[in-house]
């Protein structure tokens, strides 16, 4: 492989930085969850999940970034499928998390009052996790089947060969296009319905992921599909396909970005959690702030496990300091 040093120098650099940022970024994430008391709805632990998953997907990059350093083949496709056991773990549980997600925000803004009721209540959260371990399992004993030993340099979608490669793909496509629907389903809600523009922020950064991860996927199964579909061969093949998993590994890399810009939440929490500030008051941390204009929105959250948490018409009511109109804004859990 020295020949295709030019081609492979781009790849070294990217894969290198997008892995260490990304696994550094999506690890801050979890731990704001964990620590974080405002950030222990169902979505927001959807969410930590789900960068939890990106930091399995993105640890499986060392192998594939060694084989690029060493410019070797140096291991064979069946033992790659054990030394990826755990990063595919991350990929395929991603991939549907994503999509639970979508149909979190989607009971929200459909069935807020049901939402309120139950997304708190353990039930609702393991019934999310289902999906996902089941999609993971079914591959894992699936690709097992079709376990060779040809020379693999030991990229992630390696752990796939044959029929089972060929499935993944497809249903990799069918899944994000899920996804894609049911955030537009979501998107139509939020147009049609008066929530306030604090309620409409919750959803931005969840748009703006599913819209760089669901991108990043399209692109690099498309690409994948066309390098077959036109008869690709040899050191062609393998650019092409190492070139395609870029879109989808920055995807992977951008939580952190994404919730630190646009979510108030994240945002206070991490700067809490690093800078060791303290939360404004009862141990939570702050979620006021403050916009280029001056108005000041809240997050004003009743109390979730008080005894008479049950009476609470809501429980979470967005204000804006400002404009305060009650009569024509709903209320929206998070």
């Known amino acids: 492989m020295d020949d295709l040093s030019a081609y492979l120098l781009p790849m070294e650099i990217f894969f290198s930085a997008c892995t260490l940022l990304g696994i550094a970024g999506n690890l801050l994430m979890v731990i704001v969850t964990i620590k974080a008391k405002n950030l222990q709805t169902a979505c927001h632990k959807l969410i930590g999940i789900t960068c939890f998953a990106d930091v399995l997907h993105q640890s499986g990059q060392f192998p594939f970034l060694y084989g690029l350093y060493t410019r070797t083949q140096w291991t064979t496709q069946a033992d790659c499928f054990y030394v990826q056991l755990v990063p595919i773990f991350g990929v395929l549980t991603g991939c549907v998390l994503l999509l639970n997600l979508g149909v979190d925000r989607l009971i929200a803004v459909t069935l807020p009052a049901f939402y309120r009721q139950n ?58 296009a899920l996804v894609v629907f049911c955030y537009l389903l979501v998107y139509v809600k939020l147009r049609t319905s008066s929530f306030s523009n604090a309620a409409r922020a919750v959803f931005k950064s969840l ?41 989808v590994n920055f995807a992977a890399a951008c939580n952190f970005p994404v919730y630190y810009t646009i979510s108030t939440e994240h945002r206070n929490a991490i700067r809490s959690l690093l800078f060791n500030k303290k939360p404004e008051k009862s141990g939570e941390f702050p979620t006021a702030t403050n916009n280029t204009n001056n108005e000041s929105s809240f997050l004003i959250k009743s109390p979730v496990n008080s005894p008479d948490a049950h009476r609470q018409p809501s429980s979470h009511l967005l204000i804006n300091a400002d404009a305060v109109k009650p009569e024509s804004r709903v209320s929206l859990p998070q």
Not at 125 to 132: D, G, K, Q, T
Not at 225 to 242: C, D, E, K, P, R
């Open 119 to 176: 997304q708190q209540t353990h039930l609702y959260f393991f019934l999310h996790l289902i999906a996902p371990l089941v999609y993971y399992f079914f591959f894992l004993f699936y690709a097992f089947q079709f376990r060779n030993d040809r020379p693999a340099m030991c990229a992630i979608p390696e752990f796939f060969d044959g029929p089972s490669n060929s499935l993944w793909a497809t249903v990799s496509v069918i899944l994000n």
């Open 207 to 247: 748009f703006i992921t599913v819209a760089i991860v669901s991108c990043g996927w399209f692109a690099t199964m498309f690409t994948n599909f066309l390098s077959v579909a036109f008869g690709a061969t040899g050191n062609t093949m393998f650019l092409i396909q190492t070139y395609a998993g870029i879109p």
